[in-house]
């Protein structure tokens, strides 16, 4: 994926230049900034959860170098999953972020229903937040991981660095309490909330105090029913922070509060903007040192149903960018896949001593509405033409979007090409 780093090695001077329509060449600039903090937090927020999706999610960050701890306690307090991510890239600033799950049990449930206000900390009497989210919020800080508590592990990483809370639901919600805590227990540091899906916390003089301490970005999907409820069905609550709504693909509607709907619009929402701002900076991709090249990876080949062929490019997008960066030594060519002598030719002159091909095929479930099965097959060729390996592996969108189910596909295919190359 590489969605990280990429661009960051380009130096571009950004003046006012007005494009067609009165855009300026400052607003695409930030729309991509915002698309890929928004991307990257969904990621991180999904890789919190257990499931298919949150190992695709914990894969994909692990191959760009995050570490990951995540952890669950249960108390009194109530059940607390989440996850603190730090990169290890060498090449980029420090940055840590903290995601938080939404609702998924019972436990969980309980602390939405806690909806009773309560004093948010002793000397503030007036700022009032949701009984159940403080306690959440309050378990999570006093947990101890290795030899500190996750508070004083945040006060230390967000005094000093980058830092992004996150989460989905209930997790928003917390996280942006997390955040809270962190300017109340003095981190002078600009700190930044991006959450998904989240009610409203407090009551309004909460809301005002800590909008003005706090960066915080409210990503609503249209049509999502959770985001609202909390003010919508008791008074008193005023949401937080700045209310960015999303339209997801009305294909998934059957996939409504859930982070994987999220994760699917952030994703779609990255790429539209990364396309602008390359074509903005005249973006061309760094090539590998032929000398140091050893596979050569042609584009994926995909056929895919007629009512859903607008995912066909973010599919395609995702699996090149999964590609970057996934083996040392990847040459991605600039061209489809035509026949094996012309592969074989590529291979030649670029050095490379294997070929490796997909072909992904994605047609609907005649079994069950709005529900697709993907087959994604994979070959491996010598520089001699030689077929090495052949594997196929086969999904479902029952549990995933079609884009999210692609990229789970090509991570159990590259688990088998680790023990190839």
């Known amino acids: 994926m590489n969605w990280v780093k990429r661009l960051t090695t380009v130096i571009v001077i950004l003046y006012t ?6 855009v300026l060449a400052t607003d695409i600039e930030q729309d991509y900034t915002d698309a890929r903090k928004a991307y990257l937090s969904s990621w991180i927020s999904m890789a919190a959860y257990n499931g298919l999706i949150g190992k695709v999610a914990r894969e994909e960050l692990k191959k760009e170098n995050w570490i990951l701890r995540k952890a669950e306690i249960s108390n009194e307090s109530g059940h607390a999953k989440f996850l603190i ?7 980029l600033e420090p940055l840590t972020i903290v995601a938080v799950t939404g609702t998924s049990d019972f436990t969980d449930i309980k602390a939405d229903l806690s909806v009773s206000k309560i004093a948010w900390n002793e000397s503030d009497s007036e700022s009032m937040v949701h009984r159940g989210f403080k306690r959440y ?17 945040i006060k230390e990483k967000a005094q000093n660095q980058n830092f992004i809370f996150t989460g989905h639901s209930l997790g928003g919600a917390v996280s942006t309490l997390l955040a809270a805590r962190a300017k109340d227990e003095g981190v002078t540091s600009p700190l930044e909330v991006i959450t998904f899906g ?3 916390i407090g009551n309004e003089n909460f809301s005002k105090k800590y909008e003005q301490l706090l960066d915080i970005k409210r990503i ?18 005023k949401p ?33 903007t990364r396309e602008a701002y390359e074509k903005m900076i005249g973006y061309v991709p760094v090539q590998t040192d032929i000398e140091s090249s050893m596979i050569l990876a042609f584009p994926p080949t995909i056929e895919i149903d007629g009512s859903i062929q607008a995912d066909k490019k973010y599919i395609k997008q995702a699996m090149i960018d999964y590609y970057d960066g996934a083996f040392p030594g990847l040459v991605l060519s600039e061209k489809e896949f035509k026949d094996l002598p012309t592969a074989l030719q590529e291979a030649a002159d670029k050095k490379c001593k294997y070929i490796v091909t997909h072909t992904l095929k994605v047609v609907a479930n005649k079994n ?6 993907l087959t994604l097959g994979e070959s491996i060729y010598d520089k001699h033409g030689k077929l090495i390996s052949y594997q196929e592996n086969v999904t479902n969108t029952k549990m995933m979007t079609p884009i999210e189910a692609s990229l789970y596909l090509l991570i159990l295919e590259n688990k088998y090409i680790d023990t190839i190359f």
């Open 17 to 22: 230049t007005v494009f067609p329509h009165g």
């Open 85 to 91: 991510a730090e990169s290890a890239d060498t090449d």
């Open 137 to 153: 919020a309050t378990s999570i800080w006093d947990t101890t991981l290795e030899d500190k508590t996750v508070g004083e592990l």
């Open 198 to 200: 989240a009610p409203a």
């Open 220 to 237: 609503v999907n249209k049509g999502d029913p959770v985001s609202s409820v909390v003010q919508k069905f008791i008074g008193g609550y």
């Open 240 to 272: 937080i922070g700045k209310e960015v709504t999303w339209n997801p693909s009305p294909d998934l509607h059957y996939f409504k509060h859930s982070m994987i709907l999220y994760i699917d619009t952030a994703l779609r929402n990255y790429y539209d």
């Open 368 to 373: 069950k509405e709005q529900e697709y099965i």
